[in-house]
T-cell receptor, first 115, second 111 residues
């Protein structure tokens, strides 16, 4: 059964620092991997989606990488800002055993960027 | 822009009540999903639907049912609400193989 793990569970950094969030998954048979952001009491906002054939995706200050063979993904945030404070969730779409679009989520990393 | 709308942000109900949570999407997506999110447990899939009148159980369907009579609307039903169903409920929709888009969530309290 596919399992997704995110380490650390919480992270606090000073403003301006570059940082990396980690995501690992147990089964490399995936269609894609998606990174989400969740603000307190709100729903999820999709940040980046990486297809299984891709190595990385970039959007502004965010860069997500995927190493399917080792079951790892990283989300790199450059020049962090207090507005980046949120919980970041990683999710994979299994290639087998699920139905159309079903996602398996990690428990998230809660990021706090201090001014 | 994709819009997924959940009918209530906050809801308080009593044990034994029948509770309806509504979700509407405006992008003609085939797939719709209901999750619940609890501290320490993350997001868990309750039910999903890949077409009108079609539904499939997720990881934790017990105590819930769903209805999809129209493509844009997916309803989650708590047949007889219990206190262990107090949670944040999130609805999502997607086209096949495309990213899921989420609503703002409904924080449900069962007293």
């Amino acid at each position: 059964k596919q399992e997704v793990t995110q380490i650390p569970a919480a992270l606090s950094v000073p403003e301006g620092e570059n940082l990396v969030l980690n995501c690992s998954f147990t089964d490399s048979a995936i269609y894609n991997l998606q990174w989400f952001r969740q603000d307190p009491g709100k729903g999820l906002t999709s940040l980046l989606l990486i297809q299984s054939s891709q190595r990385e995706q970039t959007s502004g200050r965010l860069n997500a990488s995927l190493d399917k063979s080792s079951g790892r993904s990283t989300l790199y945030i450059a020049a962090s800002q207090p507005g980046d404070s949120a919980t970041y969730l990683c999710a994979v779409r299994p290639r087998y055993g699920g139905s159309q679009g079903n996602l398996i989520f990690g428990k998230g990393t809660k990021l706090s960027v201090k001014p | 822009d994709v819009k997924v709308t959940q009918s209530s942000r906050y809801l308080v109900k009593r044990t034994g009540e029948k509770v309806f949570l509504e979700c509407v999407q405006d992008m003609d997506h085939e797939n719709m999903f209901w999750y619940r999110q609890d501290p320490g447990l993350g997001l868990r899939l309750i039910y999903f639907s890949y077409d009108v009148k079609m539904k499939e159980k997720g990881d934790i369907p017990e105590g819930y049912s769903v209805s999809r009579e129209k493509k844009e609307r997916f309803s989650l039903i708590l047949e007889s609400a219990s206190t262990n169903q107090t949670s944040m409920y999130l609805c999502a929709s997607s086209s096949r193989y495309q990213p899921q888009h989420f609503g703002d969530g409904t924080r449900l309290s069962i007293l």
